[in-house]
């Protein structure tokens, strides 16, 4: 069983930076493969980042293309989210998930962390 906990959430102005980590336990996630989503308020989960079990490989929402980056440290048992250029439509709660088998599913997810951005 693979835990997940999400940090660095918080409050930021439009344009600035925030980086967000998710630390697992449990279970190590070298093999697995990480994900980021988020869930804005009346609105559905929506899929934000992907990262292959050895960090070879990274998918992006066209949506935060070119401004978010996912990475991941298997020694940390980590895997991080760092947001730049922020809009106030990324606000949103954000969850770590982890899955062995690549496809739309995900058994294993975090509680959240709230990020705001003020415009």
């Known amino acids: 069983q693979v835990r997940l906990v999400e940090s660095g959430g918080g409050l930021v102005q439009a344009g600035g930076s925030l980086g967000l980590s998710c630390a697992a336990s449990?279970?190590?996630?070298?093999?697995?493969?990480m994900a980021w989503f988020r869930q804005a308020p009346g609105r559905e989960r929506d899929f934000v980042a992907r990262?292959?079990?050895?960090?070879?490989?990274?998918t992006y929402a066209d949506s935060v293309k070119g401004r978010f980056t996912i990475s991941r440290d298997n020694a940390k048992n980590t895997v991080y989210l760092q947001m730049n250029t922020l809009k106030a439509e990324d606000t949103a709660v954000y969850y770590c998930?982890?899955?062995?088998?690549?496809?739309?599913?995900?058994?294993?997810w975090g509680q959240g962390t709230q990020v705001t951005v003020s415009s």
């Open positions: 998930a982890a899955q062995l088998v690549p496809g739309p599913s995900y058994p294993y």
């Open positions: 449990g279970r190590t996630i070298s093999g697995y493969h």
């Open positions: 990262i292959s079990w050895n960090g070879g490989s990274t």
